[in-house]
């Protein structure tokens, strides 16, 4: 039994300070854009939250640069690219990725430019690869407090905008009906997605903060369709996933190629991606028993609602949610 | 400026100019944004992997951008196309985080890999261009009407047998021939700026699709000319001023938008009215 989980658990990996570190900021990441992705996932935001990853990355290009804590360079990119997806129009549907895309554009032109003047003047070639990829494994701890407070606040505004955000993620016109200010509401979680996402962004990397927002929450709402129980499963499988694919990181150092562990962030991802497909296949497997018995049993138990099946109901059930 | 090595940038600049203004204009009309942006990345790891088994780069760019495009297009017949882009595009990229860590001195070639290198175009890089080119252009004059159909009233398209996801899949696999052939020059972050910012503006200044392809073509051959040369003048990185004058011209076709009075995205009118002149029903919003 211990020769097995010295092999599961290879030695040293709760004793190791970076792996702790890891585990703490990768796990409060990730619940964060658990709940968040769901959203995201919702409302068809899932380019702006991948946008605010790469853009955020400039600033944290941009920040290097100026010599300024590169949190701030992070988080305040993220910031001014949501104030411009917002202002050119991000918020209708149309043309929404064109906008989204744009300020993707410029962002990343901006990244080129301040990797370049890292490059020539701090002669720093591999910023390009550590600021696009990063790693849980070089967190510094002392920027741990930061991350964290700005994580709380970030999911705050987002349980505190909890009702309005379901409703117009149903519908704007519903929302509005209801008298939700779906203009501010909008607003306020871009916001609070683009610094959730910078957050992610900074700790894990750009492509880990893509796979933590959108990959959890989409395995969430396969399986359910109520969106807080969706919220709380993201929450959970994004934890799971990372702290998962930390172990695995940790244990590859003795797979082949020898001596040289795989990156962390292939193995959240990959975690994610199998996550998401057993979820996939075990729900249109559920779905087709389903539909065999509804099609043998009499109409009364056929119309019965089934949990699987999703139901037009109102923002609690979120089965028929807008496509964009 | 134009001698020697330069010469092949700007030939190579050329034809990737024209051949992102034809496909962007369908990028922007059918809101594929995020794939446009998507399966260069996934490129990208191609290349990763192509310098790590020492396979010519443009094949790993083309093998595996191909391998994003039907990776979105599997995983989104099951769910929404913005969660199976950001998946597929993920998955590609932690493959290239993968491949990036076993190889070792990679650090600058994936520099100019993500944001271009215009001094870097070979004499060799110039054929595959061209014929990448071709067939991506050919590909988009032979479903020149199955994609105005399917992206303007996809109902229609339906009423017709016309299977949307199959037209998807062959635009997305235009999308990853150009980004293969784009990726050495503009760079795989670059590329998605090229086949967007323009075609959009010229969407806003033409109503007609020929026209406004044509119009397309025309401000991504300047975006990409005046990059290369204010580029080649202040060594600064080409990637910023694609993306800087994509903004540009963005922010000028809604400008012109809001002058004119038209609705952005009003451009598409002409050829739907053209579209829905076969369409009796009435049932379209």
């Not at chain 1, 509401?185 to 997605?193: D, K, N, P």
């Not at chain 2, 075609?199 to 990409?224: E, G, M, N, Q, W």
Request: net charge positive; glycine share 10%; hydrophobic share 55%.
């Amino acid at each position: 039994m211990g020769g097995f989980w010295s092999h599961v658990v290879e030695p040293g990996f709760f004793q190791s300070q970076t792996v702790q570190v890891a585990l703490l900021v990768g796990g409060v990441v990730a619940a964060i854009s658990g709940v968040v992705g769901v959203f995201a996932v919702l409302r068809g935001q899932s380019f702006a939250g991948h946008a605010f990853g790469d853009i955020s990355a400039a600033g944290g290009a941009g920040a290097f640069l100026l010599n300024i804590s590169p949190l701030f360079g992070f988080l305040g990119m993220s910031l001014v690219a949501a104030g411009c997806m917002e202002a050119i129009g991000v918020r209708r549907v149309r043309g929404r990725d064109v906008a989204t895309g744009v300020v993707l554009g410029a962002g990343l032109g901006t990244s080129a430019l301040f990797l370049y003047f890292n490059t020539t003047l701090h002669s720093t070639s591999g910023a390009a690869i550590s600021v696009l990829f990063g790693s849980l494994f070089v967190i510094s701890s002392s920027t741990v407090p930061a991350v964290v407070a700005s994580a709380a606040g970030a999911l705050a505004i987002v349980l505190l905008l909890y009702r309005p955000l379901l409703l117009s993620s149903v519908g704007d016109d519903i929302a509005a009906s209801r008298g939700v200010a779906v203009r501010v509401t909008g607003a306020v979680f871009l916001l609070a997605m683009a610094a959730t996402v910078a957050l992610a962004a900074i700790t894990i990397g750009a492509i880990l903060s893509t796979a933590l927002l959108v990959g959890p929450a989409a395995t969430a709402l396969r399986m359910t369709k109520r969106p807080g129980t969706a919220a709380a499963s993201a929450a959970a499988i994004g934890v799971a996933a990372t702290w998962l694919g930390c172990l695995l990181a940790y244990d590859s150092y003795y797979w082949p190629p020898v001596d040289h562990g795989w990156p962390v962030s292939f193995c959240i991802v990959a975690v994610i991606l199998i996550s998401y497909l057993v979820v996939e296949v075990a729900r249109s497997h559920r779905l087709r028993n389903a539909s065999a018995r509804a099609g043998s049993a009499d109409q009364t138990t056929a119309a019965a609602p089934h949990p699987g099946v999703p139901s037009h109901g109102g923002p609690d059930a979120l089965g028929a949610s807008r496509t964009d | 400026m134009f001698t020697g090595f330069m010469v092949n940038a700007w030939l190579v600049a050329t034809v990737v100019a024209v051949v992102a203004g034809v496909v962007g204009f369908f990028v922007v009309l059918r809101g594929s944004s995020f794939a446009a942006h998507a399966v260069p990345n996934a490129a990208f790891a191609g290349a990763a992997g192509a310098n790590l088994i020492g396979a010519s780069s443009v094949g790993g760019l083309l093998v595996f951008a191909i391998a994003g495009a039907l990776g979105i297009s599997l995983l989104s017949r099951r769910g929404r196309r913005d969660v199976a882009t950001a998946l597929a595009m993920v998955v590609m990229l932690a493959l290239g985080a993968l491949f990036l860590s076993f190889s070792t001195q990679y650090a600058s070639e994936t520099y100019s890999l993500l944001f271009g290198e215009v001094l870097g175009v070979s004499s060799s890089e110039l054929l595959p261009t061209a014929v990448l080119a071709v067939v991506a252009v050919a590909a988009v004059v032979l479903l020149w009407r199955l994609l105005l159909l399917t992206s303007i009233d996809p109902e229609l398209a339906d009423a017709r047998g016309v299977r949307a996801s199959h037209v998807e899949l062959a635009f997305l696999v235009i999308v990853a021939v150009v980004t293969s052939m784009s990726v050495p020059v503009v760079g795989a972050l670059l590329i998605f700026s090229l086949m967007i910012g323009p075609p959009a503006a010229a969407r806003s200044f033409a109503a007609d699709p020929s026209v406004a392809v044509l119009l397309a073509v025309c401000f991504s051959l300047a975006t990409i000319w005046s990059a290369i040369a204010v580029s080649y003048l202040t060594t600064l990185p080409i990637g910023f001023f694609v993306g800087a004058l994509g903004a540009a011209f963005y922010l000028a076709g809604r400008a012109h938008a809001v002058w004119s009075g038209k609705r952005v995205g009003s451009s598409g009118v002409r050829a739907s009215r053209v579209v829905t002149a076969f369409d009796d029903q009435g049932a379209r919003r």
